[in-house]
């Protein structure tokens, strides 16, 4: 294979090279096109890639870039108002590969060198399928959860756990109310408690989980509930299960819940590995089931993967850069890194 180095120190093989930069988003280069990974804001570059629908992924295009996305990811946008109308799901040299992160969440593969995570996950929960990523030379994986401390629960336990916790309430009369993002975790949450009635739905988890219905995803419907709505005629002091969007404990809709009905609060979050969070957060109790790698899996991702170079971006970036070192690996922090350059190693 033929190797150069020109006086910029961009390394060339077999003729080609591909450049990342870091500023306020990641862009990659090839000879051939830019593409724009998860932008945040509408990009000049000739594409753009959406890795899935939560808001902090997507955004409003203006047109100039192409889009890349799988079709729930289009879908599941225009619920929350984004209109990604005209993506695609791959062009010559481009692929998507399942991320495990939610509904349509796709990872992305460039001219079979360069793997981009976006938010990941290697585990199976209920409907939702892991992946073990892909080998590549480049590898730039998300390292949320990217410190030690964060080993989550298996799935199962926390569910045999969590159904403990609601068989007491019921005892009780008392109703429950679980809380988790209202893309993802509300549809997981669905799944997996499904066997429990009377279930209720936040106004905003119905929308969401109507739209995963209509997509193909074998959740059961449930009523919605209206937070301003009629109260009385649907809620009584008496077993039921609300699924709602996660937030405090202490938001008036939770507290009125409280209040009102005495229900007991529980919230899904990989965050719950932190000693406090349930008090922080107001809640009664709170389980690590999460949406993204833990530490142990991220180690596991990078060695399934196996590049020779690695770059880790959001969280625990430049920590987790630092184990993967240790480890071996040729990694540092993407984030702070205006321009870098990705080459192939194959």
Not at 10 to 39: C, E, F, M, Q, W
Not at 49 to 57: L, R, T, Y
Not at 122 to 128: C, H, I, K, S
Request: glycine residues 8%; aromatic residues 10%.
């Amino acid at each position: 294979m033929r190797e150069t180095k020109t006086q910029s120190g961009i390394i060339i093989r077999n003729g080609k090279k591909i450049t990342v930069s870091h500023r306020g988003g990641i862009l990659v280069k090839t000879g051939s096109y830019s593409l724009a990974l998860d932008p945040r804001r509408a990009s000049k570059s000739d594409y753009s890639f959406v890795s899935h629908a939560h808001i902090d992924h997507v955004h409003n295009p203006d047109g100039n870039s192409k889009l890349i996305a799988s079709k729930e990811t289009v879908e599941l946008a225009k619920v929350r108002g984004y209109d990604l109308k005209g993506a695609v799901e791959g062009i010559n040299g481009v692929d998507l590969v399942n991320a495990g992160h939610i509904l349509g969440s796709r990872a992305i593969l460039i001219e079979d060198s360069v793997f981009y995570t976006g938010d990941f996950s290697t585990r199976d929960r209920g409907f939702l399928k892991g992946s073990p990523g892909v080998k590549c030379d480049t590898l730039i994986m998300e390292t949320t959860y990217g410190n030690p401390r964060y080993v989550f629960t298996d799935t199962e336990k926390i569910v045999s756990q969590v159904s403990r916790l609601i068989a007491d309430c019921f005892h009780r009369c008392r109703p429950v109310v679980l809380t988790g993002y209202t893309l993802g975790k509300a549809q997981l949450i669905t799944h997996l408690f499904r066997n429990w009635e009377p279930i209720y739905l936040h106004e905003s988890v119905f929308k969401m989980n109507e739209a995963h219905i209509d997509l193909g995803v074998g959740i059961p419907k449930h009523d919605s509930y209206s937070a301003g709505g009629k109260r009385h005629s649907v809620l009584t002091k008496r077993p039921w299960i609300m699924i709602s969007p996660a937030s405090s404990g202490r938001s008036q809709f939770i507290k009125t819940l409280r209040e009102e009905y005495g229900a007991v609060v529980i919230a899904f979050t990989g965050w719950a590995v932190d000693r406090g969070y349930s008090y922080m957060m107001g809640v009664d109790y709170a389980f690590d089931l999460s949406d993204h790698c833990d530490f142990t899996e991220l180690v596991q991702l990078a060695k399934y993967c196996n590049p020779s170079k690695i770059y880790t971006v959001h969280g625990f970036a430049a920590e987790f850069a630092e184990h993967l070192k240790f480890l071996g690996f040729d990694a540092e922090p993407l984030e702070g890194i205006e321009q870098s350059t990705l080459t192939s190693y194959a």
